[in-house]
């Protein structure tokens, strides 16, 4: 029952819509390679020479991370979607970032074909910030800013069912199970500190050092696998709290990173 209720989650949908923002969106219904439908929203900016795909988190929609990243349409035409499994997205199964990165390769190659051919970036939260790296240098993607990605799938699931006890270790390993028979992933081959040891292009983590959901600790074994990532720690931010708190600060630090990597 706890693997159906990970992997089918509940969709959610929430109320948040691009105009709620003073922007104007473009609805729009991508496909990924594996025949699955995502719900989209296209931003567009006349004036921006590139443009960023943006990856919300689990198990929510693409509305949850407007207010978190609506500044960026000053800059950029924005893509964002809901993921495989969740929102208004086709797809039975989420995947914690494995089958997702099929899911980015869609909204990438859109951008590109609206003109923005090595010139596409993206901002992801959470699962979409993780999913981000897993998508690998292969994605198209020209710079990468992640807000409060986790380090490993495995390693975050024993994080949130650390209060299970004796509990907690046969209740994974059946998680795991499930999840290999039914999904044909391996749970431990999810490892978003693994791909970024690979990524030869531009990286900005972004994490709270109060982030009790995905802990900031995740984000510092990132760096630690590529040293070449900017890594900005904000001081007393919980999971999705980084760009509330830190405000003007966290606008111009994402702005400054693609500015300068998405000329």
Known sequence: MIFWTYAHPRRY???SRPENFGLKAEPLKLRAADGVELDAWLVPNKAARAALVVCHGYPMDKSDVLGMTAFLARSYTLLYFDFRATGRSGGFFSTGGARETRDIAAAAKHLEERGFSGRVGA??????????????????????????PY?????????????????????????????????????????????????????????????????????????????????WTVPGAGHGEARYLAGAEYERRVLAFF?????
């Open 123 to 148: 901002f992801g939260f959470s699962m979409g910030a993780a999913s981000l790296l897993l998508a690998g240098d292969g994605a198209g993607l020209k710079a990468r800013a992640l807000d409060s």
């Open 259 to 263: 500015g300068e990597h998405l000329k």
């Open 151 to 231: 380090a490993s799938l495995s390693d975050e699931l024993d994080h949130i069912f650390s209060g299970w006890g004796a509990w907690r270790r046969p209740l994974l390993a059946l998680m795991k199970l499930w999840n290999f028979a039914l999904t044909g992933i391996s749970i431990g081959s999810v490892s978003p500190e693994r791909a970024a040891a690979g990524l030869k292009t531009p990286l900005l983590l972004i994490h709270g050092d109060a982030d009790r959901q995905v802990p900031h600790g995740h984000s510092k074994r990132i760096a630690a696998a590529n040293p070449a990532a900017e890594f």
């Open 13 to 15: 949908t929430g109320d």
